[in-house]
C-alpha cells in the first residue's frame, strides 16, 4: 500500500473519529445547555418563591382618596400612588363601563384568542446529516409534552388574564416556578404587587431600584420585588418582599417612555371621556322617565301652610338629618285628585334633554376612545351597520398594526421562554430525548379573520402567483400550521382518488388514476 493511500485512509479515519467526537461532545453540551437553564431555579429561588394571592377574607382595596394624579419629569416613573389610583381607575371602569370592557375584551380576543400554537424547530443531526424522521419523532414528542402540560395548567387561560393584566393594570409578572418533583408552572403576579422594599435591604441602592424593578450599573433588569396582601385589607406589605430573579421573570407592560420602568393602566387617556358619557347617558336617561310620565308641581303663595296639608292629607313624616335639621317628606301616589287652596296653581314639569342627537354625541365620544386603543368605532361597539368594506378593511388594517406589535412582545417576552422551560424539565426528567436546539420553536399567531372570504381569498392567491408572498406566509396568517395543512390535503386527495373522485385543487381538476377495479 502506498504511502499517499495510507495517509488518506488515516486522515479519513482522523475526520471520522473527530466528527464522533464532535457529536458526542455537541450532545453533552445539548444536557447541559438544559440543566444551566433549569438547575439554579429549581434548586433555589424558585421554591422560596410561594403564592402571591389574595387576603384571607377576599378584599382588595384599592384606596383613591385624597391622591391626585401627577406625572414627574421624563427620568422618573409614576409614583406608588398615582399608579395605584390610576389602576384602580381603571379597574372601576372595567366593572361598570361596558365600552371599556368591550374595547378591552376586544384586544384580549384578537391578541390572544385562545393561546399561542408553538412549533418546535429541533433537529437530530446537523447539515446533510440531519435525520428527518428521527427529527419528526422529536419534534412531536416534544409537541406532546407541551400540549399535555399546556392543557394540565390551563395555559390558554393563563395567556388570556396576563394580557388583560397587562391592558388593565399597566403590567403583570409571570414567573417560571417549579414543583418539588420537577413539574414546570406559571405563576401569575399582579402589578399592584411589585414594589420597592421599605426599608431596603442592606446592599441594596436605591440608585439601582425603582417602583420594585432592580437594575445592575448597566441598566440591565435582574431582579423584580414582591410584596404580599396585608390581612384585613390594608394594601400591599413591603416590609419584607420576595426577590425573583430575571431569569425566571416574564414582565409583560405597556411601555409611556424609554426612561420609565412600570407600565401605564391601558385606559388612562379615556377615563375622563368615559366618565363623562357615563353621566351624559344618565342624564338622557332621567330626561327620558320623566318624560314618560305626567308630573304636576304646585305652586303656592303660602309655602308653609301648603306643606302641613300635605302632610296632613298624604300620610307625610317628618326626617331629621344627621345635622340635626328636619325636612318633610311627602309621599304621592299615582292618580290622585288635589284640590287647589287660594294662590295655588297647577304646572306641567316638562324636561329638557341635555341633547338632541344623543345617537351621534356618542358615537363620537366612543370614536375618541377608540383612537387611542387602535380600534375604529365599529370595533368598539361591535356594529358595522354603518360601515362600508373599504373603511372596515383600513380599519382593520390599522388595528392588526397595534395588534401584530403587541402579539411579538407576548410571543418573545412568553411564549418561547414557557416552551424552553417546559421541554427542559422533560429532558431533565428524562420523559424526552436531549437536543442541542430544543428551545428552537416557531410560534404561530393567532387566527386572522377575513372581512370578506369572497374579495380577499382571490387577492391572496394573486399575490402568491405574482410571487409577493408564500403559500406558508398566507397560511400561517390565518393562523394555521402549513405542514399540517398540506399533510391533511394530502390525505383528502387521496381518499378522493381512492373512491373514485376526481379531486379539485385551485378551481381545476387534477387528473390521476382512481384506484379500484
Known amino acids: 500500500m502506498s504511502k499517499a493511500i495510507a495517509k488518506r485512509r488515516a486522515t479519513s479515519t482522523a475526520d471520522v473519529l473527530s466528527r464522533a467526537e464532535l457529536i458526542e461532545a455537541r450532545n453533552r453540551v445539548a ?23 389574595r387576603t384571607a377574607n377576599g378584599s382588595r382595596p384599592r384606596t383613591a382618596t385624597g391622591y391626585a394624579p401627577r406625572t414627574n419629569s421624563g427620568q422618573y416613573n409614576l409614583d406608588r400612588r398615582t399608579h395605584s389610583m390610576l389602576r384602580a381607575e381603571c379597574q372601576r371602569l372595567m366593572r361598570r363601563n361596558p365600552i371599556a370592557r368591550a374595547m378591552i375584551a376586544r384586544q384580549v380576543n384578537t391578541v390572544v384568542k385562545s393561546g399561542f400554537a408553538v412549533q418546535s424547530q429541533a433537529k437530530v443531526g446537523t447539515g446533510k446529516g440531519a435525520d428527518e424522521e428521527a427529527t419528526k419523532t422529536l419534534r412531536d414528542q416534544y409537541e406532546a409534552v407541551f400540549t399535555k402540560w399546556a392543557i394540565d395548567n390551563k395555559w390558554a387561560r393563563t395567556q388570556r388574564l396576563a394580557y388583560k ?49 432592580e437594575k ?15 390581612s384585613g385589607g390594608g394594601g400591599v406589605d413591603l416590609s419584607n ?19 420609565s420602568d412600570r407600565g401605564e393602566p391601558g385606559l388612562v387617556a379615556v377615563i375622563d371621556i368615559l366618565e363623562h358619557l357615563d353621566k351624559f347617558v344618565e342624564a338622557t336617561v332621567i330626561a327620558a322617565r320623566l318624560a314618560a310620565m305626567q308630573a304636576l308641581v304646585i305652586k303656592s303663595q303660602f309655602p308653609s301652610s301648603m306643606q302641613d296639608s300635605l302632610l296632613a292629607n298624604v300620610g307625610g313624616r317628618t326626617q331629621t338629618d344627621a345635622d340635626g335639621s328636619s325636612r318633610n317628606v311627602n309621599l304621592w301616589e299615582p292618580g290622585a285628585v288635589w284640590s287647589l287652596k287660594p294662590g295655588e296653581e297647577l304646572e306641567q314639569v316638562k324636561p329638557e334633554h341635555p341633547g338632541t342627537q ?31 368594506y373599504a ?47 430544543f428551545d428552537a420553536v416557531r ?12 374579495k380577499e381569498t382571490p387577492a391572496l392567491i394573486a399575490r402568491i402567483d405574482k410571487n409577493l408572498m408564500t403559500m406558508r406566509d398566507a397560511i400561517e396568517e390565518n393562523g394555521d400550521d402549513v405542514d399540517a395543512v398540506f399533510a391533511q390535503r394530502k390525505r383528502e386527495i387521496d381518499g378522493q382518488r381512492e373512491k373514485g373522485i376526481l379531486p379539485v385543487v385551485a378551481g381545476a381538476a387534477v387528473a390521476g388514476p382512481a384506484a379500484g377495479p
Open 165 to 213: 393584566a397587562k391592558r388593565v393594570d399597566g403590567d403583570v409578572l409571570l414567573v417560571l416556578s417549579v414543583t418539588p418533583d420537577m413539574q414546570p408552572y406559571v405563576q401569575t403576579i399582579e402589578g399592584e404587587l411589585i414594589g420597592s422594599p421599605n426599608p431596603l435591604p442592606a446592599g441594596l441602592s436605591k440608585d439601582l431600584i425603582s417602583e420594585g424593578i
Open 358 to 388: 344623543f345617537d351621534s354625541f356618542a358615537r363620537l365620544m366612543v370614536r375618541f376612545c377608540g383612537a387611542d386603543q387602535a380600534m375604529s368605532l365599529e370595533m368598539c361597539l361591535i356594529d358595522m351597520s354603518q360601515a362600508n
Open 241 to 259: 418582599p420576595t426577590r425573583i430573579d430575571a431569569k425566571v421573570g416574564m414582565y409583560l407592560s405597556n411601555e409611556s417612555r424609554a426612561s
Open 216 to 230: 445592575n450599573e448597566f441598566g440591565q433588569v435582574v431582579a423584580y420585588w414582591v410584596g404580599k396582601w396585608t
Open 443 to 454: 410560534v404561530l399567531r393567532p387566527r386572522r379573520p377575513m372581512l370578506d372570504v369572497a
Open 31 to 53: 444536557l447541559a445547555r438544559v440543566r444551566a437553564k433549569v438547575i439554579a431555579v429549581q434548586a433555589g429561588s424558585a421554591k422560596a418563591l410561594g403564592d402571591y394571592s
Open 391 to 437: 373603511s372596515a378593511k383600513l380599519a382593520f388594517m390599522h388595528f392588526y398594526e397595534f395588534v401584530d406589535h403587541e402579539q411579538d412582545d407576548f410571543m418573545n417576552t412568553v411564549s418561547r421562554r414557557v416552551w424552553a422551560w417546559v421541554i427542559g424539565l422533560a429532558i431533565l426528567r428524562g420523559e424526552v430525548a436531549a437536543a442541542a436546539d
